[in-house]
T-cell receptor
Framework: NAGVMQNPRHLVRRRGQEARLRCSPV?????VYWYRQLPEEGLKFMVY????????ESGMPKERFSAEFPKEGPSILRIQQVVRGDSAAYFC????????????FGNGTRLTVT | AQTVTQSQPEMSVQEAETVTLSCTYD???????LFWYKQPPSRQMILVIR??????QNATENRFSVNFQKAAKSFSLKISDSQLGDTAMYFC??????????????FGKGTKLSVKP
């Protein structure tokens, strides 16, 4: 019974490149959340998705960031033209389709922009 | 907007002793949930304990218990018989409940707990 799987665990990108972070939720979970953690900070909400739908993207920067959760396959967080300030740990969490269920977190992807 | 405040950036405790981590929050909501998450050096976010705001009884999970004071908007975590494996960052988090769906988690900045042998 695998938990939330995120890959890669570490990702290094040069300024201006694209970063793609993948998240496979717990089997049977239809809700996915993405969070960002800056050094010495708590996690900050970015986006909440259900299959093929973005439910809440109020925490997502308006430019360069996008997220998807297709009918088949993992959820993808995409950052275009990365800048140094994008360096952070990005966490994915999932929950099943019922009211009030704790979030299950992955181990995160640490993005370093050089 | 909801906010979560953890006023203790770092704490330490001797093994087998008891330690309390504080958390306060601000909200105008009446239905919500509160959580404590643990993040060891592995970076994994692990749920420690949760509390429904409508329940007056404080939640308990083995050595972990909370002191939930709804009127004061306070949600402290007590760790009894501290173990070396409890060394980690501890995050307090708030989740709004919409009555049919749930919102996202709002985290505090964390408290770094060190358990000393």
């Amino acid at each position: 019974n695998a938990g939330v799987m995120q890959n890669p665990r570490h990702l290094v990108r040069r300024r201006g490149q694209e970063a793609r972070l993948r998240c496979s939720p717990v089997k049977g979970h239809s809700h996915v959340y993405w969070y960002r953690q800056l050094p010495e900070e708590g996690l900050k909400f970015m986006v909440y998705l259900q299959k093929e739908n973005i439910i809440d993207e109020s925490g997502m920067p308006k430019e360069r960031f996008s997220a998807e959760f297709p009918k088949e396959g993992p959820s993808i967080l995409r950052i275009q033209q990365v800048v140094r300030g994008d360096s952070a740990a990005y966490f994915c969490a999932s929950s099943p389709d019922r009211v009030y269920s704790p979030l299950h977190f992955g181990n995160g992807t640490r993005l370093t922009v050089t | 907007a909801q906010t979560v405040t953890q006023s203790q950036p770092e704490m330490s405790v001797q093994e087998a002793e008891t330690v309390t981590l504080s958390c306060t929050y601000d909200t105008s909501e009446s239905n919500y949930y509160l959580f404590w998450y643990k993040q060891p050096p592995s970076r994994q976010m692990i749920l420690v304990i949760r509390q429904e705001a409508y329940k007056q009884q404080n939640a308990t999970e083995n050595r972990f218990s909370v002191n939930f004071q709804k009127a004061a908007k306070s949600f402290s975590l007590k760790i009894s018989d501290s173990q070396l494996g409890d060394t980690a960052m501890y995050f307090c988090a708030f989740m709004k409940y919409y009555g049919g769906s749930q919102g996202n988690l709002i985290f505090g900045k964390g408290t770094k707990l060190s358990v000393k042998p």
